[in-house]
């Protein structure tokens, strides 16, 4: 078989990779595999990507606002990321005077670079393995004592060391919690806007692209991190000063070619690679599916209204960007787990190591058992669960279901009541309740009809017409203080949201007579009697066998080298440049150029359409240095690292360390690699530095930003 697959893609894919990489990995920095890193092209000492002596790759690579990663570039703290990442900053210094999303930003020295008062950015100053502190005395020990003991550990873990005053310690299980490793970590707070492209560019192909090859975004912004005199964190100040890295990424300007090594340093957020063939086939045949029909109905309905008027389109878009995205990535996870038969051969590997170990096989039984005993209740929460995130007015719901229960325990002081409202008004602002209730009516029937019969609330058959609950539904609405149309003391939420919480109990008695409250009341407290703690019991009794089935695959098959799961630490994966070969006889190359952003130009639509002096730079030809030999500017390309999200913003760096592209998406034939990662179909997708130092040169006219990096030619 791996001879086979060795012959066919061997005429875009250089065979010792597809073989290299048959199980992906994101490693521990501390860890990495350099055997494999070497004979794959690695260049420079593993050493050199984390050191805690010296100046290392590590030290220019930072976690963004605790979820993208961001890279430093230039010795004064220049930090790249996504523009998808950077998204929410650039929009909240925009009025509709000047709309920093639609028109770009760009600093035109640091004078003029904007503060974000709340952003972070995470440095990991060191990573130490700590098993032996924490399991210490939980031998024999089970469920909650466990837990317990476990966290009494970190505790006293975290007292023992001594850290300066701008260093934290967060512990971390690894393998299922059979290992823990502490992460030494340096916040700074004051991180500024220094620039960023147009939505047109950044966000290029925006929903219809998101997720796929061929594509041709510039998704990146950039920032500038600050310190105080010392060089250390500090709350923002005008006083404070561009941020001395002890190293940062010299940005290549290589033309990249078939089979370069590459390797991409971040954050990613959660894999599970090591599941059983029934947690995958579960996931392949019920969870995705429910999770996807229950968004693909949020977004059709959006969708009608979104196309036929601009304000709603306004009101929606990120939001529904968001619903998009993972309805998307989960799409291709079931295509792919599909065509690649993940269970099937996962199912092989693990008769494989029951005929080496048969101590496997009671574990796998006992997994097989429980995954089958929690189904009926995994999908349920996977119904419930989506249908109130998706319906924004049982969202706002649950949220007064929890004020209720806050005001009744008396845990509603004037700071939880502030930090209340103030999120409501988030919702409020970009909520539109006609058109929710529409989203409601539809989710409830669909709930109605699909969550299993055993789960349903008394009564909840009469839910399961959609003509009907359209008709029901607007009129709960239409009188609801929750949905900010019905009123309350004389005030909307909408009109004065202090007015309606200025008597809390009358608010309370107002909200437990709404029929809406009921209704949503119902379909809570029936899921959290039928389901939340029968799925959560299942649930840490399936973790206990996961700890204990991970151990025994990794001592069972020693030939493997395995790697942990993601988990918002710090990672390093590693492959080649490469196209792809999705499907029967469909071929993707590795690289797209700016000729092919023209080619999907579509003058004032909203995702394809291109800023005029993007297409007067094509029509010149005027690319400077930043061209290919084939004459065209490079902008997006294909590799076979390991990533998933919270890779976005990882900095893609070459055989010698230096940053060639910007990590920001995968292409959806292959992101069941946060389950079965295969190099068949598994491919990142990142922004070439090339287009990004043309678009800050030519398009941007800001060579302040390229002198300030070294540029590798
Ligand atoms: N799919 C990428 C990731 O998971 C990019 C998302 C942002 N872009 C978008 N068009 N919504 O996060
Ligand atoms: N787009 C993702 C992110 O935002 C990356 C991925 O899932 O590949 O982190």
Do not use: R, S
């Given at each position: 078989m791996i001879k086979r697959s060795f012959l066919l893609s061997a005429i875009i894919v250089p065979a010792v990779m597809a073989f290299a990489q048959q199980y992906g990995g994101m490693w521990i920095p501390t860890e990495v595999n350099e055997k494999e890193m070497k004979a794959m092209g690695l260049k420079i000492p593993a050493k050199q990507l984390f050191d805690t002596q010296k100046a290392s790759i590590?030290?220019?690579?930072v976690q963004f606002d605790g979820g993208c990663t961001a890279e430093i570039i230039s010795p004064k703290g220049l930090l790249l990321t996504n523009h998808h990442c950077g998204y929410d900053n650039i929009q909240s210094h925009s009025t509709v005077e000047n709309d920093l999303l639609t028109n770009g930003f760009w600093a035109k020295n640091m004078g003029e670079e904007l503060p974000n008062p709340g952003v972070t950015v995470d440095f990991i100053a060191d990573i130490k393995e700590v098993t032996s502190s924490i399991l210490a005395g939980t031998q024999g020990l089970e469920s909650a004592d466990l837990t317990k003991k476990i966290n009494e550990n970190i505790e006293n873990y975290k007292k023992s060391q001594k850290i300066e005053s701008y260093q934290t310690i967060s512990v971390k299980p690894m393998y299922y919690g059979n290992k823990y490793y502490a992460y030494i970590i340096e916040t700074y707070k004051d991180v500024r806007l220094v620039g960023a492209p147009p939505s047109s560019i950044g966000k290029y192909g925006s929903d219809t692209d998101n997720w796929v090859f061929p594509r041709h975004t510039g998704d990146f912004s950039m920032f500038r991190i600050y310190a105080d005199k010392n060089n250390k964190p500090a709350e923002y100040s005008k006083d404070n000063i561009p941020y001395k890295p002890k190293h940062f990424l010299p940005v290549s300007m290589k033309e990249k070619k078939e089979g370069d090594f590459t390797f991409v340093y971040g954050f990613p957020g959660r894999t599970q690679e090591y599941l059983p063939a029934i947690a995958v086939e579960k996931i392949r045949t019920e969870i995705d599916p429910a999770m996807i029909s229950v968004r693909d109905i949020a977004l059709k309905t959006l969708d009608e209204k979104m196309r036929s008027d601009a304000a709603t389109k306004i009101k929606y878009a990120s939001k529904y960007a968001s619903i998009a995205n993972s309805w998307k990535k989960w799409k291709g996870e079931v295509e792919g787990l599909t065509k690649s038969d993940a269970a099937g051969k996962k199912q092989k590997y693990e008769q494989m190591l029951i005929s080496k170990n048969p101590a496997v096989k009671t574990t796998l039984d006992e997994l097989n058992r429980l995954y089958n005993e929690q189904a009926p209740y995994a999908l349920n929460r996977a119904y419930y669960g989506e249908t109130v995130r998706n319906a924004e007015t049982l969202t706002l719901a649950n949220n007064y279901y929890n004020f209720i229960a806050a005001v009744e325990a008396g845990k509603m002081d004037a700071k939880t009541l502030e930090g209340f409202k103030n999120r409501l008004s988030g919702v409020y602002k970009d909520f539109d309740a006609e058109l929710d209730a529409k989203v409601t009516a539809k989710l409830l029937a669909h709930y109605a009809n699909k969550a299993?019969?055993?789960?349903?609330?008394?009564?909840?058959?009469?839910?399961?017409n959609e003509a009907q609950n359209l008709q029901t539904i607007e009129n709960l609405s239409k009188n609801s203080v929750i949905t900010g149309r019905g009123s309350m003391n004389g005030a909307t939420t909408y009109s004065d949201i202090n007015k309606v919480f200025a008597d809390q109990n009358a608010l309370v008695q107002n909200l437990k007579n709404d029929p809406l409250m009921k209704l949503f009341s119902a379909l809570r407290e029936g899921y959290m009697t039928s389901t939340d703690g029968k799925v959560s019991s299942l649930q840490q009794q399936i973790d206990a066998n996961q700890k204990k089935f991970m151990a025994q695959q990794m001592e069972t098959d020693k030939d493997r080298k395995f790697f942990p799961d993601a988990n918002s630490t710090l990672r390093v994966t590693y492959g080649k440049v490469a196209g792809s070969n999705p499907r029967d006889a469909l071929y993707y190359g590795y690289q797209t150029h700016l000729s092919g952003v023209i080619e999907k130009y579509i003058p004032g639509d909203y995702e394809f359409d291109l800023p005029k002096k993007l297409i007067e730079l094509y029509n010149k030809k005027d690319y400077g240095i930043y061209k290919n030999s084939n004459g065209d500017v490079p902008v997006n390309f294909t590799a076979t690292n390991h990533t998933t999200g919270g890779n976005s913003g990882s900095p893609a760096l070459d055989a010698y360390g230096n940053l060639i592209g910007l990590n920001f998406d995968r292409q959806w034939e292959g992101t069941m690699s946060d389950i079965n990662y295969d190099p068949k179909f598994s491919r990142n997708i990142m922004v070439d530095t090339k287009y990004i130092l043309f678009i800050i040169d030519k398009f941007a006219n800001s060579r302040w930003l390229i002198d300030e990096m070294k540029v590798v030619k």
């Open positions: 590590k030290d220019a690579v299993p019969k055993q789960f349903l609330p008394a009564g909840f058959e009469q839910y399961k």
